[in-house]
């Protein structure tokens, strides 16, 4: 019993610290995320569901290493590892039940405790090297080359399987290559002399100095608003809201830099793209008030806990650029009412390999960092299902007018991920066929262990003396253990490829796309699903053989052992197809479900084709 116990709890304490192997980044050589990847773990990075199935894997995997590590402990030198006791072991097993005798007072407790006609069952494996090889697994022990090798590959294809972090990357470059259409604000020209010499406008129309240029709200303090602009200076009115007093929930001064910054750039003729260095301050204003500044409501706000450090990060990194721009401008427009030309102006132009500090080119290049920065935080947004839309209320006044004119454009922006990105309902289309299908089958294989597999056991022992009556509870547990082998290990593979495969778009409608496309995908998803189940059945049996083994095997026994392989493979194979069979069903059913038109025929056909299912 002590030997069971301590494997089990060995395997917990691999499940349970797996989790934080799982959430090391894979992602260090990644060029897009490299500014990002110590703000973000691998599970923010993807939604809940999608890491847990990826975890899933990952755990699984571990679990069956682990197990492979205990049985052959004597291995682990050869593999690089530490040695451990090589008397201990499976190896060990006919030894250890032919130390109980008669005569001895523990080994009739044993006896005694044991099932009828023989000795108490063991797995063989000594706790000690269970919890040895459970903390080799972990790190807490030394971990050898080979096994950390194969975590690591583990890992990265448990999360390239859960599209981490390349989900994310592509979304981001989507919305890169995407328009921004935030309304332009008007383009004041740049003036010669300023309206007030009195007044501290080193930017020419820009926030004053004592309110440390307008930049309380990026570090944290407010200041008083910055004083009433000159008329050469004022944005023009815009039709959907006056854009000298903010618009699309964006701060005045924020308005007045817009039109600032676009001005002098283009007096200057320094950009070497001045339509996307437009584009790319026109998302970092817009993502700074509607996110940073939290003036959009989200869905499940406490999510953002996960996504804080990378706000702040965003937030500081805003800040500075805005103070680099405004000292640009102003140095600009300084030359610009000397007459002279600004020092160092020749570094600034295109095609110059030297970028003076704080040129244009530099500021060009931090702007398009932080652009595709915003950028992922949309897309982990998007991810997570946190924007929503169309819930601008007109109650609100201005205020409501604006939400929904920067609803609207948000909207407009995140189309190209979110016609790509699965609605919340949808995403749990998947967790709820994978639960529905181990209900249906949970009870199926209650009643058929509480009814009908009684008879068939006395069949199957007609003629047999001393054979033992298994319980209900036994009949259950070895139908439950051959029911997930068969059906929901196959389930899980195909639901695998479905998710995989979706996002990408490259998943064909089992329900409507042509049978040319449909094909290749059957043959692939039947050919995985049936030899993952296949490997589980057959290595579940070996396990079993092992521990009932009473003489132990011995390199003789290699051929018997094959021979039984063999017969194994040719009784279990073809069982695994009736899972493989029903993996296709229900992926069928979930395509075709999202075809409906009629809810009153959807319902009758739904439930027509789940009873089909699960019978």
């Known amino acids: 019993m002590q030997e069971v116990v301590a494997l089990l709890f060995g395997a917990a304490i691999v499940a349970v610290f797996s989790y934080e192997r799982f959430n090391r980044v894979s992602f260090e050589n990644s060029g897009q995320l490299e500014r990002l990847v110590n703000l973000l773990s691998a599970d923010h990075l993807r939604a809940r569901q999608v890491v847990l199935q990826a975890y899933l894997i990952y755990a699984v995997s571990l679990l069956a290493i682990y197990f492979f590590l205990c049985a052959y402990a004597e291995v682990l030198p050869v593999l690089g590892g530490i040695p451990l006791d090589p008397g201990i072991g499976a190896t060990d097993l006919p030894k250890a039940l032919s130390q109980i005798t008669g005569s001895d007072a523990a080994g009739l407790a044993m006896q005694q405790l044991g099932p009828a006609g023989g000795a108490a069952i063991r797995n063989g494996i000594s706790p000690q090297i269970s919890l040895s090889v459970a903390l080799i697994m972990v790190g807490v022990l030394p971990r050898f080359q080979l096994l950390n090798r194969v975590e690591d590959w583990m890992r990265h294809a448990a999360h390239r399987l859960a599209g981490i972090p390349t989900q994310v990357a592509v979304a981001s470059e989507k919305l890169r290559q995407g328009n921004f259409r935030l309304p332009s604000p008007p383009a004041a020209p740049v003036r010669d002399q300023p309206a007030d010499p009195s007044e501290d406008r080193p930017g020419g129309g820009l926030p004053s100095r004592r309110d440390r240029l307008g930049l309380g709200r990026y570090f944290g303090f407010r200041q008083p608003p910055p004083a009433e602009v000159t008329a050469a200076t004022a944005p023009a009115r815009d039709t959907a809201a006056d854009r000298s007093k ?73 800040g500075r650029l805005v103070l680099a721009l405004d000292e640009r401008v102003r140095l600009d427009e300084k030359a610009a009412q000397n007459g002279a030309a600004r020092e160092g102006e020749e570094t600034d132009k295109p095609g110059n390999e030297i970028v003076a500090p704080g040129g244009w080119r530099a500021l060009t290049r931090q702007t398009e960092e932080l652009a595709e920065d915003f950028c992922t935080l949309l897309a982990l947004y998007v991810e997570h299902d946190m924007l929503q839309f169309g819930h601008a209320s007109s109650a609100l006044g201005a205020r409501g007018l604006q939400q929904a004119e920067a609803e609207q454009v948000l909207e407009e922006f995140l189309r190209p991920i979110l016609s790509d990105n699965l609605p919340e309902l949808r995403r749990q289309a998947t967790q709820k066929a994978l639960v529905w299908t181990f209900g249906i089958v949970v009870v199926a294989c209650l009643l058929w262990a509480g009814t009908l597999n009684v008879y068939e056991r006395e069949l199957e022992n007609w003629g047999k003396r001393g054979i033992q009556q298994i319980s209900f509870y036994g009949r259950s547990f070895e139908l439950l253990a051959t029911s997930f082998n068969t059906y929901l290990i196959p389930l899980v593979v195909a639901l695998a490829v479905r998710d995989t495969r979706r996002p990408r778009g490259t998943w064909h409608d089992l329900a409507r796309s042509d049978w040319t496309d449909r094909l290749p995908q059957i043959l692939l998803i039947a050919v995985l699903a049936w030899f993952v189940s296949t490997m589980f059945v057959i290595g579940t049996n070996s396990w079993i053989a092992a521990l009932r083994n009473e003489t132990g095997w011995t390199k003789g026994d290699l051929w018997v052992q094959l021979a039984a392989f063999k017969v194994d493979f040719d009784y279990q194979a073809p069982r695994a197809l009736r899972g493989v069979v029903l993996a296709l069903m229900v992926l069928w059913l979930m395509d075709d479900t999202r075809h409906r038109l009629e809810p009153q025929h959807s319902r009758l056909r739904f439930a027509w084709e789940w009873g089909i299912v699960g019978g």
């Open 246 to 318: 903010g618009g699309f929930l964006l701060p005045q001064e924020d308005w007045l830099r817009l039109g600032r910054y676009f001005a002098v750039s283009q007096a200057r003729g320094l950009l070497p793209d001045p339509e996307t260095f437009e584009n790319d301050l026109r998302i970092i204003f817009a993502c700074d008030a509607w996110l940073l500044e939290r003036r959009l409501p989200v869905l499940r706000a406490h999510d953002r806990e996960m996504f804080r450090r990378l706000e702040e990060d965003l937030k500081i990194r805003t």
